[in-house]
Antibody, heavy 120, light 103 residues
Framework: QLQLQESGPGLVKPSETLSLTCTVSGGSISSSSYYWGWIRQPPGKGLEWIGSIYYSGSTYYNPSLKSRVTISVDTSKNQFSLKLSSVTAADTAVYYC????????????WGQGTLVTVSS | DIQLTQSPSFLSASVGDRVTITCRASQGISSYLAWYQQKPGKAPKLLIYAASTLQSGVPSRFSGSGSGTEFTLTISSLQPEDFATYYCQQLEPFGQGTRLEIK
């Protein structure tokens, strides 16, 4: 059964870079059938897609975050990562990683999510 | 950029009711739409993909329909465990959510 697990610091200072890793277990991140994505949810608010990556390294990002986001994949470790630069308090959120079948829409499964707080 | 607008934003209903949530896209998206259920403190759960295909393990009281710019999620007979927030999603953008509460 495929599982995803987010990891990284729970507290980041303003203006610094948020870095998270998603470790995939129970399946290969190198499958051509899937995209891997990051989604976030500020406390009490809705879901916001951040960006997605294909195992080959092809990426696409939310236009509203594109200038600050980098998503990368490490197939040797079965992981993909998120970097969000120049963070502010508005980036405080639960960050989720998830998988999407490449030919359709819908993320499944999801990681449990990790809360990242931006504060000095 | 495609925008998704859900209605209503809040819905109060009783166990056994039939409820419908609508998701409208700012431009045609064929059948590229998914629906999720999210409960407090939990990750979203995929209910429906490709507008009308039920994800494995999801009860048959959930159904989806639509194509182009207008889509609906219907719960035929609300159960206590269905009270949650529901989101639609195109390939990437999400709707703003519909909170379903017990009347």
């Amino acid at each position: 059964q495929l599982q995803l697990q987010e990891s990284g610091p729970g507290l980041v200072k303003p203006s610094e870079t948020l870095s998270l890793t998603c470790t995939v277990s129970g399946g290969s991140i190198s499958s051509s059938s899937y995209y891997w994505g990051w989604i976030r949810q500020p406390p009490g608010k809705g879901l916001e897609w951040i960006g997605s990556i294909y195992y080959s390294g092809s990426t696409y990002y939310n236009p509203s975050l594109k200038s600050r986001v980098t998503i990368s994949v490490d197939t040797s470790k079965n992981q993909f990562s998120l970097k969000l630069s120049s963070v502010t308090a508005a980036d405080t959120a639960v960050y989720y990683c998830a998988r999407r079948v490449s030919v359709t829409v819908g993320f499944d499964p999801w990681g449990q999510g990790t809360l990242v707080t931006v504060s000095s | 950029d495609i925008q998704l607008t859900q209605s209503p934003s809040f819905l109060s209903a009783s166990v056994g009711d039939r409820v419908t949530i609508t998701c409208r896209a700012s431009q045609g998206i064929s059948s590229y739409l998914a629906w999720y259920q999210q409960k407090p403190g939990k990750a979203p759960k995929l209910l429906i993909y490709a507008a009308s295909t039920l994800q494995s393990g999801v009860p048959s009281r959930f159904s989806g329909s639509g194509s182009g710019t207008e889509f609906t999620l219907t719960i035929s007979s609300l159960q206590p465990e269905d009270f949650a927030t529901y989101y639609c999603q195109q390939l990437e953008p999400f709707g703003q959510g519909t909170r379903l509460e017990i009347k």
